[in-house]
């Protein structure tokens, strides 16, 4: 088995900063795990670290595609498990960060992806019928099939819900059947995972703390020359919290301060979900990033063994 650590929490938590923390205390690298900083381009919305946050530690998974490109966790899990053997080549610890639950799990539990699982006639049809009839009547079908991954997946998340119809009509599994059928190999890795738990209140005023910030740092400049390039809120590079907020102002639709509450309300609400994923995980040590002492603590549970 090979020993991997995981910093998993909400945002605006203090991944980065643990991560690096710790990679410097057992000589490690960071594997990011966020489904928006993969992304070329996209630095201020994502929270992308720069240089001086990350600290001299080599950070992997950041900057992978281009905007313009689809990027799956079948490819997120492919390539970090790439970044982690190379990380153990050469005796380092890897330290996956990141807020993207879906990334982590699927990383850690060896989940395989069946690519047979795709029809784009049957998806084209799917999402033809989310724009005449709205998504609820297929969250609703889903429920129906397969009512364990329905919990899994918020109703107003039009991709997923989809997803898990086309593989249902594509392979007559559903999508629950799919990941038990893929755990079956096991894992290579030995995961000692900490979730980054600050108080709510706490956390909200660094939410707010953080947005602002991004406005400062040019948060609306880059979301038009990156609307400018030709990207479309429909686009998987756009979904992350901000963009399509601010495409909102600079198409008229809201004023500016409308446009800050709603990225500040939206992260909250996607703090909450992250909460919510995290917690599903009996494995992970919580820990409030601002307790030195319950870190120490928990971190006395694990030992690094150089392979």
Known sequence: ??????????????????AVCLAKKYGGEVVSADSIQIYQELNIASAKPTKEEMGDIPHHMLDMVSPFDR????????????????ILSHNALPIVAGGTGLYIS???????FLDSACDMGVREALLLRVETEGIMPLY?????????????IHPNNAKRVVRALEIFETTGMTLTEQNERSRQNPSPYEPF??????????????IDQRVDQMVNMGLLEESKRLKDMGLSREMQSMQGIGYKEVFDYLEGK?????????????????AK???????????????NPMDEQAIESVLEEFTWERP
């Open 273 to 287: 979900r992250q909460l919510t994923w995290f917690r599903r995980d009996e494995r992970y040590h919580w820990v």
């Open 71 to 86: 990027f799956s966790v079948a490819d997120y899990v492919a390539k970090a498990k790439t970044a982690i053997d190379g």
């Open 106 to 112: 699927s990383l850690v539990d060896n989940i395989e």
């Open 140 to 152: 609703e079908e889903l429920k129906k099939i397969d009512p364990k991954a329905a919990m899994n």
């Open 193 to 206: 995972m900490i979730a980054l738990c600050p108080p709510r209140e706490l956390l909200y005023e660094r």
């Open 1 to 18: 088995m090979q020993q991997i650590m995981v910093v998993a929490g909400p945002t605006a938590s203090g991944k980065t900063n643990f």
């Open 254 to 270: 809201v004023t500016l301060d409308d446009c800050i509450a709603n990225i500040k309300k939206a992260t909250r609400h996607y």
